[in-house]
Structure formats: C-alpha cells, structure tokens
C-alpha cells in the first residue's frame, strides 16, 4: 500500500483501461464550432476560418461557423440575447472547436474575446467546454507572431478544452488570399492543413471518453460529502 493517508480509499479509482480505451464510439461525423475574430469585409480570420471548414468537412466533420456580428458585450446584455443563446447554443452542439483570432496590438482582438467571455465554464449540470478539443490560428498583417495564438492557448486551458499541441500562425495575410477569398497554395496553408488534421484526430479520440476523462477524485469527493448532508440532514 502507497503511503497516501490524505486519499479516501473508498473514491479513489485505479485507471479503468477499458473505459478509457475501448469506449463504444459514436457513429456520427466529429462536430466542430469554428470561431473568428475580426467583422472585416475582407476579414483574413474569416477567410482562413472557411478554409479551416472546408478541410475539415473533407475529413468527414459536420462544421458549424459563428457569426460574431451583433453580438454585445460582455455585461452590457444578459445571457437571454439570441446571439448569445446562438453561441452557446453551438458550443453545446460541438465535440470541438477552431478560435482564430488576428493580431491587435500584439493580442487577439476584444471580438475574439467577447466570444470567449460569453461561454460559460458551466450552466447548471452541463459543463459546455470541458473535454472537448480546440485548435488555435491567427493572421497577422505584419511578421510573423504568436502572441494571439498564445493567449487563446492559456483561455483554452482555462476553459479546460484539450487543446491540440499543433497550432497555425499566417504572416501579411493580406498576401496569402486572392481576389476570390481562397487561400493560396502555401506552407502556411499547409500548416492549416496539418492542425485541421490533427483536430479532427484528437475529437476522434477522446469524444467518446469525455465523460470518464472530467471523471475527478476531487469532484467525487464533494460530492460523497454532499449526499452525506443530505442524508444526515434527513435523519435529524
């Protein structure tokens, strides 16, 4: 026996191997949400988000895009305005998600954001984003930068998304999309092409398993303390 006198034996669990490799898998195509962060025209998010789309319903994903366009600012309306019904709406629908986001002032756009901020970790039983997974991207009008795609990696975590290792990252996009809106052959297309892939790999993998993965020995815990309130609040 371990010395680990601090675990309660009883909701301590050894990894069930089965569970976690051998789950009964879902027939239907991957469901991904796929989000943009600038109301541009001629938005080079937008642009590189339908690309996304188009690679990713190849790979046999049923996708979904969400216009941010009227959406209000966080606190300035309440969870009851359709376009944050419409997103949260979406989030609940997907098994993953793309955030591409362009550079602003060396961040991601406040549109980007507003976004993010409407998602809520939890509504009431349902926790929308956990265990699902996300890919990053974002266009720059300048040199290449990281700094949005980075920030995106930190509210993926937070929002507790499995977020895929491969991410994408397209310089003066403003050179990389002809007249007609498409991407031109490219290596940065390229790298769109390899995290579509990798996306789709990781939802394939793990949305089955969801459930025993946010499966936590803390969380059980609580909740083995709650039903013993309630039954003792029962017996008095």
Known sequence: MTDTPN???DLFHEIDTDALLSPARSAH??????????LRDRSYSRLMTEEAARILTRLGAETRTFNPAGLP???DADDSHPKVQELRELVTWSEGMVWCSPERHGAMTGIMKTQIDWIPLSVGAVRPTQGKTLAVM?????SQSFN???QLR????WMRLLTIPNQSSTPKAYLEFDDAGRMKPSPFYDRVVDVMEELMKFTL??????GYLLDRYS???ESAAELSRRVNQRAI
Do not use: C, F, H, M
């Open 154 to 157: 930190i509210l993926g975590r």
């Open 7 to 9: 675990i309660d034996d």
């Open 73 to 75: 600012l966080p606190d």
């Open 148 to 150: 949005a795609v980075n």
């Open 205 to 210: 993998l793990t949305r089955d398993q969801t």
């Open 219 to 221: 969380e059980r815990k």
């Open 138 to 142: 974002q266009v720059s009008g300048g």
């Open 29 to 38: 195509p991957a469901r991904i949400l796929l989000l943009y962060g600038s």
